[in-house]
């Protein structure tokens, strides 16, 4: 199996975390999804143009949510329950909003003006990311690995980028240092 992603992904970074944890044989091949060859390979394998991406023989297999799917079903493993799916839309949410604020951010906008798209993608994150921190000690929260790897993945990626300031979200900090120590962060830290 392969995995076409980019070490600044934190899509990307979950199934890479989720792969070293769980001994699965997945090589990762790392795109700069904005130089043209590396854009053409992203673009042959997911007409959407987004990443991360799994080929396994046959199968090509897009979205991280879709991807986590396959590969717990062909490992065998439990599936995500409704509440963990739910859980991970909320992650998911604010990270969509973040991406796009980035992007937003790197094409010269002024994110903070009142504008109303910059006001929703910012009330969204404040909102998600408020809501994980009241939720972090929930069982639902904590019988998850792929919760806790794609909500560490979000966060890690939040001081990469270095987006918006976490401190009012104390247990989120609490939670990414901890996780932070773990071998696994080390070895897909973006920043390396």
Partial sequence: MKLIGSTTSPFARRIRIWALKNNADIQFENLDIFSPADRQVMINNNPARKIPILVDNQHTITDSNTIIRYLLNKNKLPSLSWQHENLLTTINACNDS???????????????????FFNLQNERIVETLSYLNNHLTDNEFNSCEY???????LLDWIYFRELIDLTPFNKLIEFHQAYNLQEVAKQTDPRI
Avoid: A, P, W
Wanted: aromatic residues 8%; negative net charge; contains cysteine.
């Fill in 98 to 116: 973040l991406v796009e604020v980035l992007l937003c951010q790197r094409s010269g906008f002024d994110t903070h003006s009142d504008k109303l």
């Fill in 147 to 153: 919760l806790s790897i794609s909500l560490y993945c």
